[in-house]
């Protein structure tokens, strides 16, 4: 079994590695290093100006190192046809998930190490603390991290007490208590709550770890992991894995039904109603959009605001470019009595209004927070504007030209 997870282990990294080349191609490696330099010049030039005492200071420390312990899953690489070929070794399978634990746990450590090494330096200037209290805290961020996947583990077996496998207990609860401890009353009375729930876990194994596997909520929490992943590549590049879904958004209905129903408005249709039912799509683009807001609300200065906005409207109209093609395995639209220049003319037509809203709830989030910098203001609503009409006008019949003659 464990040679079973190393060949699957294998297969994985491979395939992650492929998706990963693609992801930080040269572009977008040299924007990750404006980024990250960007942030950290605004992250520095911010702690120069915090002091000890700030009443808000603990409860951002909880909150993002209770976001750092929800990060990193534990990765079974189960398959929905195991439920058939594995069940007769289902005895065996401890081992193999076992692997899993160890390997998920590698990862999960390595994102506690790397939230704590970022908010040491806040934690220091916010805050009175000693080096032991800070390798205090980091110890008990990997215990309740350690405790949480052991309680996915248990979750993956039939069991007589349901909460050693409760999310909300073990994933919210005590982590909410044990950081609140090592912050606002000592750092070893946090650290011993989340040592007690690790202990209290681990010894639980001995109760489910001899009973049947749930092989449906296996296989499903896996699938939700494979499937995150995939999104996450899905804002870079195609993913044929991730299946999409459909669904009504009646809250938009005003807007889709200004479409007029003529033979020329055939795409602009299909593609306006298309994007906002298509989860993956509108997902996408609402996450994008969340995101890149929030990063500029937060950023102050007189060119990253610009840069990190243009990067983001590039980033969002290059996603939807391949929505372009979402239609043409429909036998229907061939027959439909028109050219293919109202497709294009069509899909210009939604790009540029979804760019369009993009570019103005940027423009509004970068001009409240650097409404003082005439640049700033200037700079983004002019960048943002001859950005999306290259795009739209001159980039993208050019990329979807040269797409039709690979297909």
């Not at 990250?36 to 915090?50: E, M, P, R, V, W």
């Not at 399978?93 to 746990?105: T, V």
């Not at 879904?245 to 807007?255: L, P, Q, T």
């Not at 943002?384 to 990329?399: D, G, H, K, Q, S």
Request: proline letters at 3%; hydrophobic letters at 50%; zero cysteines.
């Amino acid at each position: 079994m464990k040679q079973l997870f190393k060949q699957r282990l294998t297969t994985h990294l491979k395939e992650m590695m492929r998706y990963l080349r693609l992801v930080f191609n040269d572009y977008f490696v040299l924007a990750l290093l404006f980024v990250i330099g960007g942030l950290g010049y605004y992250y520095s030039n911010t702690l120069k100006q915090l002091h000890t005492g700030l009443w808000w200071a603990p409860i951002v420390i909880i909150g993002i190192l209770l976001v750092s312990v929800q990060l990193g899953r534990f990765a079974t690489l189960i398959e929905a046809p195991d439920y058939v070929f594995l069940l007769p070794r289902e005895a065996d399978l401890y081992h193999y998930l076992k692997s899993g634990f160890n390997y998920s746990l590698s990862i999960a450590l390595s994102i506690q190490v790397l939230f704590w090494i970022l908010l040491m330096p806040f934690i220091q200037v916010t805050m009175h603390v000693t080096a032991i209290d800070l390798y205090l805290l980091l110890a008990t961020a990997v215990l309740l991290k350690t405790t949480w996947l052991n309680t996915d583990f248990a979750r993956k077996y039939h069991l007589k007490r349901r909460w050693l496998s409760s999310r909300f207990l073990f994933r919210l609860l005590v982590p909410v208590v044990s950081f609140g401890f090592s912050i606002y009353i000592n750092y070893w009375i946090g650290l011993a709550v989340a040592l007690i729930a690790l202990i209290v876990s681990w010894v639980s194994r001995r109760s489910w770890v001899t009973r049947s596997l749930d092989w449906t909520k296996m296989i499903s929490d896996e699938n939700s992991r494979m499937h995150t992943v995939y999104q996450f590549f899905n804002l870079f590049t195609d993913v044929p894995m991730l299946q999409g879904s459909v669904k009504r958004r009646r809250y938009v209905d005003g807007i889709l039904n200004r479409i007029k129903l003529i033979p020329k408005n055939t795409y602009l249709y299909l593609y306006g109603h298309g994007i906002v039912r298509d989860n993956e799509m509108s997902g996408l683009y609402v996450r994008l959009l969340v995101i890149g807001t929030l990063l500029l609300v937060f950023v102050k200065g007189e060119m990253l605001p610009i840069f990190l906005s243009l990067l983001f409207i590039y980033l969002i109209g290059f996603q939807m470019i391949p929505f372009y093609f979402h239609f043409s395995d429909n036998a229907f639209v061939h027959v439909y009595p028109i050219t293919d220049k109202y497709q294009l003319m069509s899909f210009q037509r939604v790009l540029l209004y979804l760019l369009t809203t993009v570019g103005v709830v940027f423009a509004i989030a970068v001009v409240a927070v650097n409404y003082t910098s005439l640049v700033t203001v200037f700079g983004v609503i002019i960048g943002e504007a001859l950005e999306i009409w290259a795009f739209i006008y001159v980039y993208l019949p050019r990329r979807l030209a040269r797409s039709e003659r690979i297909r």
